[in-house]
């Protein structure tokens, strides 16, 4: 997985977890794959032009916009973020603004019908969600869950182990 997938994932996990959510691990992963879907794999114009990784909407005042990037197909225009970080961000907040329905998700089938059910996307639930699983079967490369000195000493343990 790519470096943008577990930036996404960081930033996302952390804004989530600001909004107080117990799930914050499974909706920050759900939205990684949510992105990946929405921008072809960090490929679409949208994506590398606004560092908008959703396919979010331009909406005035919004607190991680930036600007209005490039017309939709709606006529409509896309957000705009300084960074792949803030698009991120904005999803997050406003999943957080719907947290009644997000509080209990615990996998894809159930995010995409929350995200469905909220007006994001205009496909079947079981479509959206089939988009995702095609995702869930990359990783996400993130940093060590381990503080360096532990992996130390299991590096220490595993050769010293061989060496008698």
Avoid: C
Wanted: glycine letters at 8%; hydrophobic letters at 45%.
């Amino acid at each position: 997985m790519s470096n943008i997938a577990s930036r996404i994932y960081t930033s996302a996990h952390a804004q989530l977890a600001a909004n107080g959510f117990g799930n914050s691990d499974v909706l920050a992963q759900a939205m990684v794959y949510q992105s990946m879907l929405e921008t072809a794999s960090f490929t679409s114009a949208v994506f590398l032009q606004n560092n908008n990784g959703f396919g979010y909407k331009r909406v005035v005042g919004a607190k991680w916009q930036k600007g209005a990037g490039r017309v939709s197909t709606e006529g409509d225009r896309y957000a705009l973020y300084s960074s792949v970080e803030d698009s991120a961000r904005e999803v997050a907040d406003w999943l957080g603004r719907r947290k009644a329905h997000y509080s209990a998700i615990q996998d894809l089938d159930q995010y995409a019908a929350a995200l469905k059910a909220d007006g994001y996307y205009g496909v079947s639930a079981a479509q959206y969600a089939a988009g995702l699983k095609r995702f869930a079967t990359k990783p996400i490369l993130l940093a060590p869950a381990f503080p360096i000195g532990i992996v130390a000493a299991l590096i220490s343990s595993l050769l010293l182990y061989m060496y008698v």
